[in-house]
């Protein structure tokens, strides 16, 4: 196999991507190109910079793409109403195919002929990471020290680290026994205690919201207004994407909302255990069905909604770049022409309401048909005589055979 | 078309089926049986008894069929995960096809020919009702008063029953503006202000469940056991369907739980805004796809995830009695051999948060793979790279052809 | 019910029409304007306009559509190699959208406040046309004579003709004792002998193709050129859509190709045998799944694939106009793209088959790695054994338990 | 890793498995045992029994599977209308879990350690195999030398092959040019010319059918008596399941029928082009649609259509041992117990074509109904307004808000 030149790494700064970045040296003895994204995790960038300079990287990429992020990522993804296996928002799945994408237009750039990153074997997200790699550059070299050193336990790497002078101040999540990763759209916790599902997380395991106890007393209503499937702006102040989302999980975080206990089925055959903290999310996914609710037709969202959990699994196992995904986000985008108008919310201790949705442009309620009191004419009652006897009819016609009962 | 000489109607003791038994008669110069069940409505029976009597009904069936409702139409489908729209629990859709089924078997015993409902020609009930008929009796005849007469609107309804001396303390639900409809899954309210999908229901209108917002203070901690996907104790405590099913709605109540308020899309071709209660559904559904996490193949419970939405609009639909929701339920019934096991749940002012599964005999969660520590070879890392090299295998080869690039 | 003014009728020049056209002046008094579209069915047109001319109409339309019927309907129909059933190409169902449009655009033009057909209230046809009427103008009046009128045989309708004076010449397919319809995708037969599915039809019933028997003792081999999912030349040459239609119809039918005998179920509930020629339809079918063999990706031919007969249902049961297929167009239509090539075929008596396929720009099959030959590291063996492990691993845990054993 | 002691191995008696008999003893200094099966490949068995002693094999299976083979896995498959892509019958991937099973079952008998078989990595066999393999038997080790060994061309197999004494004359299908498979359901091509997509292959490759060209000049007419979905007659002859295939094969081969020509789409990421020659199984699916065409209600038949490439995927990919397959099945099976009565085919040059089909049973055509003459009230031709005009009131709101028009 040939030689490796030049690596771009997915570096965060922390002790685990900082002993990759020596290993790939040691190993490879090649350059290591740094690339760190702002992708709303809530840590500062530039000590990133700093130890990546201080290891001797020559080229460092330090890259915001927050709105990107959103925009591109997670709103589509909201506007097909989004579940994985009926409860997982896909708050880490949805991060992956941007840096996946960000980093081959790095190494592109750089000239590099290899790429690395920080997932294990274990995981999902390495699938994520090399899927998109190789669809965007299907000749570049994947390097995946998780699966292919020696430091199979953090006992191994600690000593590497130490053996090599890696600072282990650098060590992240130091007090936190669990796997965490966050971005904008949430946070997610693993392993520690959540390896036996039969045991409730500890209650300061929890970062991103308060407990739904200790949330205010009074409800917050909120108004949500909605341009093509997308929201614009927040009681009536327009806002960018990731502003939008930056201020619902301020809005659900402070009110409970949004946390997740769930055994999930991944991509390479295993259960897991995952906690989650989505408050943004929580909230779009409700008011966004609410808007859908009265401004699509029927069938287009019953069609979405039979294609949502195969739309889910393609983004959970790491297919956003593939030609289904693609086309699946075509009709998906179709469908929301309409998608506009406003959804009012009333956020308490855990709970999101839908209290109220309108559109003036795009509204397919007719109170004159749907109500109680006499339509004038509307709709004649006197059809829905025809309508069920004709669907009726093969069940009619096969009950004569003497078929059709329990 | 022949002379109708027996009707068997469906009979709540209300003014509306009271009118509407004078009116058959009046019409048709039939005899009339009545049939009252109890599916949970919370509403005394022998009133109706009573009153079907004075009104010289001399075929008078009362049944409870609180157990059958739970056992055979509400668990299994909750066994799919069932939610219309992605949010409306079927309450009122689940219990029309018993009751069409009991009527028929009402017609059936006392030789009548016709059968008559009190579903007004605008909603999805007279659907249920009549393709429940027609799948069990091909050649029964079918009344439906509100699409044939000429009592359009509440005041002539009124003015027929005083004409013709009927009680007007029998009017249902006079204090409320709202039409409602309750059995032991669920109450509804339709009508009222809710014509307005923009304006929040009054605080008055719930009748099942307080306001979060008064519930308690403290979470009330739950186990639920279940055998082949259904509940069959509650807190260790072993209890019949019906049992669970009333003391979930009596938990879920007090804590809040289960309102729902949307805009949902009618089989007859309009929207029309649901209010809901469903506080022991609501609990049921979150608890279900916990223990299924646990016991349930991952294809498995994707393929159920595929197929729910199609099944959920079946039931709403009115196809219970069809031979392809049948044959989805072999299929869905098949799936939860494997569904036992406990789930612990906390309930808290409107929140159901799961907080624990376990399934002794059937859990495919496997600690020893899926930790993030040293697994002692029970999972080759290595394997991950093949996996992701044949998965992305079709993508690279399309990339080198220059396309899946955006 | 306002009165109708003016009223816009498919007319195909036939008896059934032509009394239709009487009858509607005698019922509704009212302006009856014609409507006759060539849409390939093999009739000269102008004896319709002297008929309707002689029956004293004012208003005639009389249009050549054949170009947009195939261009519009039939070729974006094809992209999905759409077959209803396993068996069905939809030649009729495809038509009726088109007829219904033009009939709108025709009544919005002159004026009419109601539209009339002459398809029978047992069939598709009726809701093909009306859904696609309703569709366009939401508050056009429809008047579907078969359904209202008492000419509820063959003898009371002559009565009727005779009576008032509409030439019985105009006869229509008077030695035939099939039902049939036609246009340039089929000619179809219903009726007659049919109606006992256990009969074969009489050899003299197909119209358009000769038998296998009769067809040349010497193979027909073509190549069609594709761009974006649509042929556009045969043997090399440039054709029109309509052209191509014809010519594939011209040699199908030569070489006995196109024949099927089905029994279909009717969107208004009951089942009904039918038998078609699609001489070009046939060959088309083949000639897609073959160039999109090699252009498609897998996961989007699959995808394509499952969403197919629901696809086909949507224009078999009419609902061409709306907004779901639509949105599944959209999709269908992103997958064409890459779909370039060409496909050689033989044809010979009653069979087509694909003896190559190939694509200069598009095509993904590659040589190199598929080889049985040495490949020169283009794939590694060796990444298989991971991708089996990986996909095996639920199974495994499943089977540990216990479980997934016969 | 642990020491391999006993190795079952798949073993055809050719030369491929031969040299993979020596190899696994050279490498792994093992006892092989050797497992060949009748499943209608066509190939005697007893001189592989004779090549096997003579390499000293001391425990040698031979087993005839045929019956098994049509009754348990090709017959529940053709229940689905299975096919792979539109065109495959999946020939070969039906038999691999029967092989495996058989092999796991001899591996538990003998007390074995690890199968074998003789499949490349670059093929679908090796997945089918190994995932039955895992599934029935999880700790099961697999040894695929295709994988393995550095015999990566056929040169060096043959140096090997000679280095080792392993008699030259084994090599199977020597003449061929073309990697082929054969059992009772179809054989298979690949290879050779057939490696580039625009090439037919030549007239000589085919095997088991006469060329269309070649076939009688007369029709031969059959009858098929189904029970539950399965055939168990043959112009009213009973018999058993591979005896139906068999005969079948004959009549469809002397027929030209079931040639196919594809370029497909391997699991493993990449396409193939493959001919196939299945003449029974082309008669079958023709013959199954059709007695499910009266027997089937509407829904059920295209839930089953909606689900089948899902069903052939699974299949394709080697996962019919998995639970989702499973599951899938109960539903195909469940909707067999009305698929009875009896279909009558012509079989002329290639084409199969059915010209009748009956069910005294369970036909739910009614001619009544469906007759273009008078039906005497059977069908009330009235119903079909409200049907239609309730089906079309959703997308007459939306018309009515300007929206519905291209």
New interface residues.
């Given amino acids: 196999m040939a030689k490796i030149k030049k690596v771009v790494l997915a570096y965060s700064g922390g002790l685990d991507t900082s002993v990759i970045l020596t290993w790939l040296r040691d190993t490879y003895d090649c350059e290591v190109v740094t690339f760190t994204a702002d992708i709303g995790q809530g840590e500062e960038l530039e000590p990133a910079r700093a130890k990546a300079k201080k290891m001797g990287v020559k080229e460092i990429f330090i890259d915001d793409l927050k709105e990107e992020f959103v925009r591109d990522f997670v709103f589509p993804m909201f506007r097909a109403?989004t579940l994985y296996?009926?409860?997982y928002l896909l708050g880490t799945s949805i991060a992956r195919p941007l840096i996946a994408k960000r980093q081959i237009e790095i190494a592109n750039k750089v000239g590099a002929d290899a790429v690395s990153h920080g997932a294990?074997?274990?995981g999902n997200d390495?699938?994520r990471f090399?899927?998109g790699y190789?669809?965007?550059?299907?000749?570049i070299r994947i390097i995946?020290p998780?699966?292919e050193w020696d430091l199979?336990?953090?006992e191994k790497l600690m000593a590497y680290a130490e053996k090599r002078g890696i600072p282990v101040e650098m060590k992240r999540g130091k007090k936190s026994p669990y796997?965490m990763d966050a971005n904008l759209l949430h946070i997610s916790y693993?392993?520690g205690i959540l390896?036996?599902?039969?045991?409730?997380p500890e209650a300061s395991m929890w970062r991103w919201t308060v407990a739904?106890?200790k949330a205010p007393?009074k409800?917050t209503y909120i108004e949500l207004t909605y341009k093509k499937g997308d929201i614009t702006a927040i009681n009536g102040k327009a806002m960018s994407p990731a502003t939008v989302l930056a201020t619902l999980n301020q809005l659900g975080g402070a009110n409970g909302i949004g946390?997740t206990?769930?055994?999930?089925?991944r991509y390479?055959?295993?259960?897991?255990?995952g906690a989650y903290e989505t408050p943004g999310g929580t909230i779009m996914l409700k008011a966004h069905?609410?808007i859908e609710?009265?401004t699509l037709?029927?069938?287009?969202?019953?069609?979405k909604?039979?294609l949502m959990?195969?739309y889910a699994?393609l983004i959970y196992n790491g297919?956003w770049?593939?030609?289904?995904r693609?086309?699946?986000q075509?009709?998906i985008n179709?469908?929301q022409a309409?998608v506009n108008g406003v959804v009012?919310l009333?956020l308490?201790?855990?709970?999101v309401?839908?209290?109220?949705?309108?559109s003036d442009s795009?509204?397919?309620?007719?109170?004159t048909?749907?109500?109680?009191?006499?339509d004038k004419g509307a709709?004649?009652?006197?059809?829905?005589?025809?309508?069920?006897?004709?669907?009726?009819?093969?069940?009619?016609?096969?009950?004569?055979?003497k078929?059709?009962?329990t």
Same sequence: chains 1, 2, 3, 4.
């Fill in positions: 109403n296996e009926g409860e294990t074997g274990k390495q699938v090399e899927l190789y669809a965007l550059r299907p000749d995946a998780w699966r199979t336990s953090r796997s693993e392993g390896e036996d599902p039969w045991k409730e739904p106890e007393n409800a946390r206990d769930i055994v999930e089925n390479v055959g295993m259960k897991s255990r069905r609410a609710s009265i037709d029927r069938e287009v969202a019953h069609l909604d039979d959990p195969r699994s297919y770049w593939s030609p289904e693609r086309m699946l075509e009709m179709a469908s309409t009012r009333k308490y201790k855990g709970n309401t839908v209290v109220g949705r309108k795009d509204s397919l309620f007719d109170a048909i749907a109500t109680f009191e006499e709709y004649n009652q006197k059809d829905a005589e025809g309508f069920i006897k004709l669907n009726a009819l093969r069940m009619r016609i096969a009950a004569k055979r078929r059709g009962k």
